[in-house]
Nanobody, 124 residues
Framework: DVQLQASGGGLVQTGGSLRLSCAVS????????IGWFRQAPGKEREGVSC????????TYADSVKGRFTISSDNAKNLVYLQMNNLKPEDTAVYYC?????????????????WGQGTLVTVSS
């Protein structure tokens, strides 16, 4: 079975840091793009970052550039999202997802498999 398990969310103050993890199993990790998305209350799910496991390239939403870093540990089938200098507007449920043939990396329709979310709350 294909599974993605996101973890690492929590409550943090403005300016703080969190590291999210996405544990991936059930498919060939190296062939996929792994993306992080977030959904705030009342808003649409938006792409945050993605990493293409085949070449290690990554992309970021403008809102998180310079603050978030995506990385992967292929040996452990883990993808991380290091989030620094967090802001209240980063508060959301964060999801990881996996897809093949991903082009932009920021569109939910490009991803076939989704994990459950992990809640990140940034207090002001």
């Amino acid at each position: 079975d294909v599974q993605l398990q996101a973890s690492g969310g929590g409550l943090v103050q403005t300016g703080g840091s969190l590291r999210l993890s996405c544990a991936v199993s059930g498919f060939d990790f190296d062939d996929y793009t792994i993306g992080w998305f977030r959904q705030a209350p009342g808003k649409e799910r938006e792409g945050v970052s993605c990493i293409r496991e085949r070449d290690g390239s990554s992309t970021y939403a403008d809102s998180v550039k310079g603050r978030f870093t995506i990385s992967s540990d292929n040996a452990k089938n883990l993808v991380y999202l290091q989030m620094n200098n967090l802001k209240p507007e980063d508060t959301a449920v964060y999801y990881c997802a996996a897809g093949l043939g991903v082009y932009s990396g920021s569109q939910t329709r490009e991803y076939r498999y989704w994990g459950q979310g992990t809640l990140v709350t940034v207090s002001s």
